[in-house]
T-cell receptor, first 114, second 118 residues
């Protein structure tokens, strides 16, 4: 049981390049999320998917797109990377147990945009 | 709008002592959830403990307890008998209502860096 996995672990992009961050979970969770973490700050929600087939914007969606490929996979795409998108990106999935929904996070992807 | 505030950028504690990490929150909702996560230097986010706004008792999970003071809108994390492995960033987060539906969003504080001294 790997939990939440993310690829790649590290990536360097040039301004204007595109890339897709991959996320997969093997816990059969319905909901999945993408966050970004900037230095000295907590995580901020980019997009989320409450269930397979649905996606919604979070706090900071500009410059990103997402795809909920199936129940296991939720990808984040940067169409034209900008230096302001340099950050650590976390994927999470959640389950409801004992009356509370808890989010479990992947190891993160460190992205540098030059 | 909901907001989480962690006023301690960094904290030091001696090994085996207890430490309290502060968290205050702002919300107009009656129903909400409060979480604490640990982020070691390796970078992953580890769920520690949860407190629901209607829970009458403070949550406990092993050496972690949550000092929940609803009237003061505070949800401080208490770590008893600190260990060297407790050195990490700690984040307080709040779940917006509805609490039990799928896809609930978390709002995070800025974090507190805890260093445990031998």
């Amino acid at each position: 049981n790997a939990g939440v996995t993310q690829t790649p672990k590290f990536q360097v992009l040039k301004t204007g390049q595109s890339m897709t961050l991959q996320c997969a979970q093997d816990m059969n969770h319905n909901s999945m999320y993408w966050y970004r973490q900037d230095p000295g700050m907590g995580l901020r929600l980019i997009y989320y998917s409450a269930s397979e087939g649905t996606t919604d914007k979070g706090e900071v969606p500009n410059g990103y797109n997402v795809s909920r490929l199936n129940k296991r996979e939720f990808s984040l795409r940067l169409e034209s990377a900008a230096p302001s998108q340099t950050s650590v990106y976390f994927c999470a999935s959640s389950e409801a147990s004992g009356g509370v929904e808890t989010q479990y996070f992947g190891p993160g992807t460190r992205l540098l945009v030059l | 709008a909901q907001k989480i505030t962690q006023t301690q950028p960094g904290m030091f504690v001696q090994e085996k002592e207890a430490v309290t990490l502060d968290c205050t929150y702002d919300t107009s909702d009656q129903s909400y959830g409060l979480f604490w996560y640990k982020q070691p230097s390796s970078g992953e986010m580890i769920f520690l403990i949860y407190q629901g706004s209607y829970d009458e008792q403070n949550a406990t999970e092993g050496r972690y307890s949550l000092n929940f003071q609803k009237a003061r809108k505070s949800a401080n994390l208490v770590i008893s008998a600190s260990q060297l492995g407790d050195s990490a960033m700690y984040f307080c987060a709040m779940r917006e209502p509805p609490l039990y539906n799928q896809g609930g969003k978390l709002i995070f504080g800025q974090g507190t860096e805890l260093s445990v001294k031998p």
